[in-house]
């Protein structure tokens, strides 16, 4: 049997058809995430490399690259929203402990000076203990008006050191950390109080939310 005898049993033409369509899927497809993900690839564009108005942060440590959150480890997903979040075990936060309750302060007062912006950020205490919350903490530092949300530390071993791990990356886990609305840290602000600078630790998310439009405002 001749090449040319098999030549007929080739379905070249619908071959190149379907690959020719295979190709064109995927094209349009790269076109459509392109397009989708535009907006958040030219606001951390414009915030990285452009830097409008000193684009440094004035304060605020930024985490490059990004560190992901476990979110797979806790129930309550830090997506959606900006997240400023602070770890604290729960029974060193209670009256009369100066500095635990400042830095809950500060976390507060950060979103609240975010003015009209403030409904896209929320604010997580990741309780490290197992310690029940002191109600008056709870009362001044609760959902409604404070915007704060509590994340206890996962049962599971497995999951609770996959938090516990990342949390304490570069070891910064005393730090306030900025999450972005995808749940990845890419900020961080040291709470010492000898140098702690609120106006510009305001400044910095303040400047993030207006080059960054995601994050939901409901």
């Known amino acids: 049997m001749t090449n040319n005898d098999l030549d007929p049993l080739i379905p070249a033409a619908p071959s190149e058809k379907i690959s020719a369509g295979t190709r064109r899927g995927r094209i349009q497809m790269i076109l459509l995430l392109l397009v989708c993900a535009s907006p958040v690839i030219a606001s951390y564009f ?37 997240t400023v979040l602070i770890a604290r075990p729960a029974k060193e936060c209670v009256t009369g402990q100066d500095e635990c309750v400042t830095d809950l302060h500060t976390a507060r007062q950060l979103r609240l000076s975010m003015g009209r912006e403030m409904a896209r950020v929320q604010i997580v205490w990741l309780v490290t203990d197992d310690a029940a919350i002191d109600p008056e903490i709870q009362k001044a530092y609760d ?26 990356r570069d070891g ?47």
């Open 46 to 82: 414009t915030f990285y490399v452009i830097k409008p108005e000193g684009g440094k942060p004035k304060v605020g440590q930024l985490v490059v690259p990004v560190q992901s959150f476990p979110l797979q480890a806790v129930e309550n997903p830090l997506v959606g929203k900006w």
């Open 143 to 168: 959902k409604e008006v404070a915007g704060f949300h509590y994340l206890r530390l996962p049962k599971d071993t497995e999951k609770r050191q996959a938090v516990l791990e990342w949390l304490a």
């Open 172 to 218: 910064a886990a005393k730090q306030l950390h900025l999450l972005d609305p995808r749940g990845d840290r890419m900020m961080r602000f040291d709470l010492n109080p000898q140098t702690l600078d609120f106006k510009s630790m305001s400044k910095d998310l303040e400047k993030l939310l207006k080059w960054n439009p995601i994050g939901k405002a409901s």
